[in-house]
C-alpha cells in the first residue's frame, strides 16, 4: 500500500461536526459559491521538507485533479462522486467519498461551511484563515485552509493553500500560485487510466 500524502489523507474524513462565526466566514462561502471552476500550481511539503510540485484543476461540482510533476507516479481525481488516489508505480487505487470531507468544502460550494468550520486569528488583516477538523474523532486530524484577501479573487478572496495536521502533529503543506478563475474546463481532464487493467 503506498503512502498517500497526509494533505489528502484528510479529505477522507467523516462528517464534520462544530460550529463557526458568521463574518469572514460567509465570505469565504460566497467565494466558494463564486469559483465554478480553479487551475493553480501547487508545492506540497511534507514534514520531512520534501516538496512535489504539480497543477491542481478544479470544477464545481465535485470535480478535482492533483497532477503531479513528471517522475512522481501518483494522481489524485475526484469525478464529482468519489475521490481516487492512484500510484501507477505499485498498480494500486483507493477510492474514498467526497460528499462529508474537510476539502469537500471546495467541492461542493452549497455546503454551509459555518456547521463545522471556524477562522482563526491570523495577526493580518489581508490574510483569512479557516479551520475544518471533527472534534468528536482527532484522530482524523484537521485542515486550516488559507485565503488572500484579493479583489481579483472571486468576493475578494484567492485561495493561497492549506496545512493539514494528523493526529501526531505531522505537518503537510499545500501552496498555491498562478491561480485563475472560471475559466471552461473540460470534463475529460478528470478522467484517469486504471492501472490495474493491466494485470488483466
Known sequence: MFARPLAFTLLAAPALIAAAPAGELAQVQQHLQGVRSMTATFAQTDRTGRTLGGTLTLK???????????????????????????DYQVR??????IGSSPLGVLLN???????????LPTGDPRV??????????????????IFQKNASGPSGLMLQGWVALDSQNNRTTIRLSN??????????TFRWNDPRQRNR
Open 179 to 188: 491561480q485563475r478563475f472560471n475559466a471552461p474546463v473540460s470534463d475529460g
Open 92 to 97: 494500486q487505487v483507493e477510492r474514498w467519498p
Open 109 to 119: 460550494p452549497k455546503k454551509d461551511i459555518a456547521k463545522f468550520a471556524k477562522v
Open 128 to 145: 483569512v484563515s479557516v479551520e475544518v477538523q471533527d472534534r468528536a474523532h482527532p484522530e482524523y486530524g484537521r485542515i486550516t485552509l
Open 60 to 86: 464545481q461540482p465535485g470535480k478535482i485533479r492533483f497532477q503531479y510533476e513528471k517522475g512522481v507516479p501518483q494522481l489524485i481525481v475526484a469525478d464529482g462522486r468519489s475521490l481516487y488516489f492512484i
